[in-house]
């Protein structure tokens, strides 16, 4: 457990241990380079690259940029890592429920690490839509291989996600060869041509929940669990819950050490205390499925 300082403010229940681990959860993550237990990764903002790594050092996360702004890496890892959220607030909430207060011990310190990027938010969504993880990570790979730019540092390739302006310019015929479904890749071209010509935004989002869940529900190929994964990991809603996702059933089943996938009325009737806490209680038990 550490405490980190971080733009003035002090960030308690942080631990670079296990948010290092959930970042380690695929070796097929294209976003950044892991090694000797240093996060690296560039990232493109308002058209510029900024390179930067992420360490433990001395019992806190130290952040070194390499290449671009100090402040903009800075503001980004805030978001991405969702350091300013008060954990201790969930965790009060977890310590009395039955099926928390066990996973809160074991991952103390993990953030609902997010997406910041709104159309990477969507397109992982969809692309995981049906699928296991190991292939919705293969196909991201491919995308970000084919699409995205990568940038060269210390030996490391990095990659840059594509841009919404470049994948609205494809055809389907263009994605298929990723092996993509002909329907993800027409569902992927639309929503990047809604964000290239800005009728979808993080800022248009930016509703009470309801809204939000409705705007996105509203776009071709984007149901309620996409909707809800995209508010919970990229536009911080913490009341999102991607209720009928088939990873939060399994980690339901295994906390509950039941045979059965949980009934929804089962599932309601757990978590009918967390309202305000949905989406990291989501993710701490998504969390258990890594061991």
Same mark, same amino acid.
């Given at each position: 457990?550490?405490?980190?300082?971080?733009?003035?403010?002090?960030?308690?229940?942080?631990?670079?241990?296990?948010?290092?681990?959930?970042?380690?959860?695929?070796?097929?993550e294209?976003?950044?380079?892991?090694? *000797?237990?240093?996060?690296?990764?560039?990232?493109?903002?308002?058209?510029?690259?900024?390179?930067?790594?992420?360490?433990?050092?001395?019992?806190?996360?130290?952040? *070194?940029?390499?290449?671009?702004?100090?402040?903009?890496?800075?503001?980004?890892?805030?978001?991405?890592?969702?350091?300013?959220?008060p954990?201790?607030?969930?965790?009060?909430?977890?310590?009395?429920?039955?099926?928390?207060?066990?996973?809160?011990?074991?991952?103390?310190?993990?953030? #609902?690490?997010?997406?910041?990027?709104?159309?990477?938010?969507?397109?992982?969504?969809?692309?995981?839509?049906?699928?296991?993880?190991?292939?919705?990570?293969?196909?991201?790979?491919r995308?970000?291989?084919?699409?995205?730019?990568?940038?060269?540092?210390?030996?490391?390739?990095?990659?840059?996600?594509?841009?919404?302006?470049?994948?609205?310019? #494809?055809?389907?015929?263009?994605?298929?060869?990723?092996?993509?479904?002909?329907?993800?890749?027409?569902?992927?071209?639309?929503?990047?041509?809604?964000?290239?010509?800005?009728?979808?935004?993080?800022?248009?989002?930016?509703?009470e929940?309801?809204?939000?869940?409705?705007?996105?529900?509203?776009?071709?190929?984007?149901?309620?669990?996409t909707?809800?994964?995209?508010?919970?990991?990229?536009?911080?809603?913490?009341?999102?819950?991607?209720?009928d *996702?088939?990873?939060?059933?399994?980690?339901?089943?295994?906390?509950?050490?039941?045979? *059965?996938?949980?009934?929804?009325?089962?599932?309601?009737?757990?978590?009918?205390?967390?309202?305000?806490?949905?989406?990291?209680?989501?993710?701490?038990?998504?969390?258990?499925?890594?061991?």
């Amino acid at each position: 457990m550490i405490t980190l300082h971080t733009g003035g403010v002090l960030i308690y229940s942080f631990s670079f241990e296990q948010n290092l681990a959930y970042l380690m959860r695929s070796p097929l993550e294209p976003m950044y380079a892991i090694e *000797d237990n240093k996060i690296t990764r560039a990232i493109e903002v308002d058209d510029h690259t900024h390179i930067f790594q992420l360490s433990n050092h001395e019992d806190k996360l130290r952040i *070194d940029t390499f290449e671009g702004n100090s402040q903009v890496v800075h503001d980004f890892v805030t978001e991405w890592l969702d350091l300013h959220y008060p954990l201790f607030s969930f965790y009060e909430m977890a310590t009395e429920d039955p099926l928390l207060s066990n996973v809160i011990k074991d991952y103390r310190g993990l953030r #609902l690490i997010g997406i910041p990027d709104l159309f990477e938010a969507l397109t992982w969504g969809i692309i995981g839509q049906q699928v296991n993880l190991t292939f919705a990570y293969t196909l991201k790979k491919r995308l970000v291989e084919t699409y995205g730019q990568t940038v060269l540092f210390n030996n490391h390739s990095l990659s840059l996600f594509p841009k919404p302006t470049t994948i609205a310019e #494809l055809s389907v015929n263009d994605l298929l060869p990723l092996q993509l479904s002909r329907r993800k890749s027409e569902y992927l071209i639309h929503v990047a041509k809604c964000i290239a010509e800005g009728s979808l935004s993080k800022t248009l989002l930016s509703s009470e929940l309801e809204s939000a869940e409705k705007q996105l529900m509203s776009i071709r190929g984007i149901g309620p669990w996409t909707a809800n994964y995209v508010l919970m990991r990229c536009l911080r809603y913490a009341r999102a819950f991607p209720i009928d *996702d088939v990873g939060f059933q399994n980690a339901m089943k295994h906390v509950l050490h039941s045979q *059965d996938k949980p009934s929804k009325e089962t599932i309601m009737g757990y978590t009918k205390h967390w309202r305000g806490f949905e989406a990291y209680a989501v993710f701490y038990l998504w969390r258990t499925l890594q061991g």
